[in-house]
């Protein structure tokens, strides 16, 4: 997908989404191998301000649109995720293990709702409707996950 295509797609997300015109949205594309992620995003709430990033050199995702839709979604989010982040930092001291639990539940609990949407809106108004199976491609089956374990007797 060239990247006048994904300027494209990403104008019509942040209008979709109701993004634009109450935040400044860019869409920066990272060609450094170093970036594992297929996509990020940073947010400034003072400046009401949001950058996309996109991996240009090494996605794990095939649905380029996929991948715009959840980060914007992560914005979306955003007040909610740092609620939820405050909360957790005032209930549990630093470094406790309750505290590591709290923050691990929260952010697979946000990814996974984060996808669910992307994943709604995707399916109602993408023009690439087909869903990214690209990160399963990498992970042990189910069958090998269980390999070697002891049977319970």
């Given amino acids: 997908m060239s990247k006048e295509e994904m300027q494209t797609l990403f104008e019509k997300w942040i209008r979709k989404l109701r993004i634009y015109p109450a935040w400044d ?5 990272v060609e450094d191998r170093e970036f594992r992620k297929t996509g990020d995003i940073k947010i400034d709430c003072d400046d009401r301000k949001a ?10 995702q095939e649905n380029i649109e996929e991948v715009i839709v959840h980060e914007l979604m992560h914005l979306k989010m ?11 930092d005032a209930a549990f001291p630093e470094d406790s293990p309750a505290r590591d639990f709290a ?3 929260f952010f697979t609990t ?7 949407l992307a994943k709604c809106f995707l399916l109602e108004y993408g023009e690439n409707r087909e869903l990214s199976f690209g ?19």
């Fill in 25 to 29: 949205a860019c869409l920066e594309l």
């Fill in 51 to 60: 950058v996309v990033l996109l991996n240009a050199v090494n996605p794990k």
């Fill in 78 to 88: 955003y007040p909610l995720d740092q609620t939820a982040e405050t909360l957790i």
């Fill in 103 to 105: 923050m691990t539940q």
């Fill in 110 to 116: 946000l990814e996974q709702t984060v996808e669910e």
């Fill in 135 to 153: 990160r399963c491609k990498t992970m042990k089956s189910f069958n090998d996950l269980f390999d070697g374990l002891k049977k319970l007797e």
